[in-house]
């Protein structure tokens, strides 16, 4: 039998030793490829890792800037900081979101109506920000979190620096108010910059001038262990950790005069309106006053959107600024005005005398234009005409100078413009003409002007519109005999050192081709509208016993309008469509350094309710604690040096009326 070889070891060890050497070369080349990486990571990038390690271990948290300070114009402060704690989130630490979230509502510190926004805000920002979800926590609110502060990982108290205002609603249409950042916010802001801030201005002073008030943040270095929670040190090392101290933001100094602002909301008591007093040889805003109001703390706070809607859905509108973007027929204040320039176009000389009886009818027309009862009655000229405030005076001069001379002499004055207050959301009102007939109206027999319609315009009735700013603006230029200066809210900043630098006012185009004779006249006769020499106008209850002369205009607007065969009897009709009372003035009236326009709506007669309240904003300013006229200072150049700081930017978005702006991200 032949022996069969059943296995080859001469082989299977050739096959071993290849194997071995194939298994060698790579375990070599494995070996070398290693060391290659060591090297390239402990001797050649040494120093970068070495800083990567650093930053693992050192977190850097932004050290929010103080917001700068508002200031009335004697220093007093209308919006400053309070010292106070927030609940804050920084998402990279937490490790479940919305667990974290719904465990917050079951301990009482957030509301589930909150969580969508909340959840929002905090995707919207880096992932290693700190993220303000609580922005005001009362000391029980403290002490609750305390206790279960273990049971969330990357949520956290701190202290900041939250804003303050601490006349509640006073001026808060001109100061404006401060609210949570918003994912639309952050879409618009350069979100480094905002690195631990939880707030930004909105409207008024606040939102304008966000850049100068908001500041540059500062950082520290701080120290964590694995759990990111901060240390003195890891084992024996304690790092030199770095910190940059923040930039506070620009104390700003406002034209306001909190006694004078405080007086003139108090005259306005419960009646929808506006107040604006502002200097005519500067612009300076001395009083912005917009009733009803609100308190800027609830936002400031975190408003929730239950409590922003109460306020949007209220009638009265506390969110619009009536000042600014309230518009109302002019009434008789337009008279002065009307009476410049029909004597600059010599459509008419001062002392001639026009049969005033009650009525004005065009001709060929049965339309019948009526003057109240009170109204005067006889031969009157312009100044008695002004004064006593005859429409049936205004309703001739009106049709006989024709709507395109009445319109092209109104516009230098500023009606149907925007004045250029340093805030937004101003409107520019409404200047009529059969041009802006045609572009109001899409329907051609609507864009027809009528003769009527001048009629009307001549005593601010009609489709002419004007804002309670544009008003004062407009009396200021009358005041300063053709000087124009535009309307400013904040005149300067203070230094750490407390010294104030000014701005210098801006000077616009002044209104020019009025003689001085023709300014005299109707400034005379804004004078007798307060007092009683020749004649007594229309506001001299309001005005007895002055220390000083002021010159005025009553007025009062028509918020529908009565039929032919009808009576306007305020007792019956409904309280909405009562007239609205319209009061202006300056003083005093020989060297003027307050202007004042007062709108009271659906408040009747602007001698019964308008022209007090301007009287006691008058006297608020002009008279001291003795009853005397004050001294006022005579500006200097030095005290008008150029503000270092930027001017707010012109296309700032203008919020609708019935807003505040949006309302923040859920935050109470």
């Known amino acids: 039998m032949r022996g069969v070889r059943i296995k080859d070891h001469w082989k299977e060890q050739r096959l071993f030793e290849q194997r071995a050497l194939v298994a060698s070369a790579i375990g070599t080349l494995l070996l070398l490829l290693l060391a290659g990486r060591l090297v390239l990571l402990q001797v050649m990038r040494y120093e970068y890792y070495s800083q990567q390690s650093q930053f693992n271990r050192v977190r850097i948290e932004p050290i929010p800037a103080a917001r700068g300070l508002l200031l009335d114009r004697n220093g007093e402060t209308l919006a400053g900081g309070q010292p106070g704690y927030q609940l804050e989130l920084v998402r990279e630490e937490v490790p479940d979101l919305d667990g974290t979230l719904k465990g917050l509502v079951n301990i009482g510190l957030l509301t589930t109506e909150e969580l969508p926004d909340i959840r929002r805000t905090v995707l919207s920002r880096r992932s290693f920000d700190s993220v303000p979800i609580r922005l005001r926590m009362t000391d029980e609110d403290v002490g609750r979190f305390a206790v279960h502060r273990f049971d969330f990982p990357g949520v956290d108290i701190k202290s900041r620096q939250l804003r303050w205002y ?333 010294r104030v630098t000014l701005l210098p006012p801006v000077e616009e185009q002044p209104v020019t081709g009025i003689s001085q004779e023709d300014w005299t006249t109707v400034i005379n006769a804004m004078i007798g509208t307060t007092t009683c020499a020749r004649y007594c106008g229309t506001a001299v209850a309001a005005f007895a016993k002055s220390a000083y002369t002021a010159g005025g205009k009553t007025g009062t607007a028509q918020v529908y309008t009565v039929g032919q065969n009808e009576k306007y009897n305020a007792k019956t009709v409904a309280e909405n469509l009562r007239d609205h009372a319209w009061f202006v003035a300056f003083a005093p009236a020989e060297a003027p350094r307050i202007a004042v326009a007062v709108l009271a709506e659906n408040a009747g007669f602007g001698a019964g309710t308008a022209a007090p309240i301007a009287r006691k904003v008058l006297d608020a300013y002009l008279l001291g604690p003795d009853g005397k006229l004050k001294t006022f200072a005579v500006p200097t150049p030095e005290s008008k040096a150029v503000l270092e700081v930027a001017p707010p930017p012109s296309s700032a978005p203008a919020p609708e009326p019935e807003s505040a702006g949006e309302p923040p991200a859920g935050l109470q």
């Open 166 to 498: 601490p006349y509640g609603a006073l001026a808060v249409h001109a100061l404006g108010y401060v609210s949570a950042l918003s994912e639309t916010d952050l879409q618009h802001v350069d979100t480094a910059a905002y690195a631990g801030t939880s707030v930004i201005g909105k409207l008024g002073v606040e939102g304008a001038y966000e850049k100068q008030l908001h500041g540059t943040n500062g950082y520290r270095e701080i120290l964590v262990n694995a759990q990111g929670r901060s240390v003195e040190k890891i084992g024996s090392v304690a790092p030199n950790l770095r910190i940059q101290a923040p930039t506070s933001g620009e104390n700003l100094v406002l034209g306001l005069d909190l006694a004078v602002q405080r007086v003139a909301e108090d005259a306005l008591g419960d009646h929808r309106g506006a107040v604006v007093a502002l200097d005519p040889s500067t612009g300076d805003i001395i009083a912005l006053v917009s009733k009803p109001g609100f308190d800027p703390t609830e936002f400031a706070r975190g408003i929730t959107r239950a409590e922003y809607a109460a306020l949007s859905n209220d009638e009265n509108k506390p969110l619009l600024n009536r000042a600014l973007r309230g518009t109302y027929p002019s009434g008789s204040t337009i008279k002065p005005v009307i009476g410049l320039v029909a004597l600059t176009d010599h459509v008419i000389t001062a002392d001639r005398k026009v049969l005033c009886n009650g009525t004005f009818q065009l001709p060929h027309s049965i339309h019948v234009y009526r003057a109240d009862k009170s109204e005067p009655r006889g031969l009157l000229d312009m100044p008695e005409a002004i004064a006593r405030s005859s429409d049936v005076y205004f309703y001739k001069l009106a049709s006989e100078m024709g709507i395109d001379k009445l319109a092209a002499g109104l516009a230098p004055f500023g009606y149907g413009q925007l004045t250029g207050i340093d805030i937004s959301g101003e409107k520019p009102g409404i200047l009529p003409s059969p041009a802006w007939k045609r572009t109001a109206f899409k329907h051609p027999a609507d864009q027809v002007w009528f003769p009527g319609e001048t009629v009307n315009m001549g005593i601010g009735q009609g489709y002419l519109l004007v804002t309670p700013l544009q008003v004062a603006h407009i009396v200021g230029v009358i005041a300063e005999r053709g000087k124009s200066f535009r309307p400013r809210l904040v005149t300067g900043s203070r230094g750490a050192d407390g």
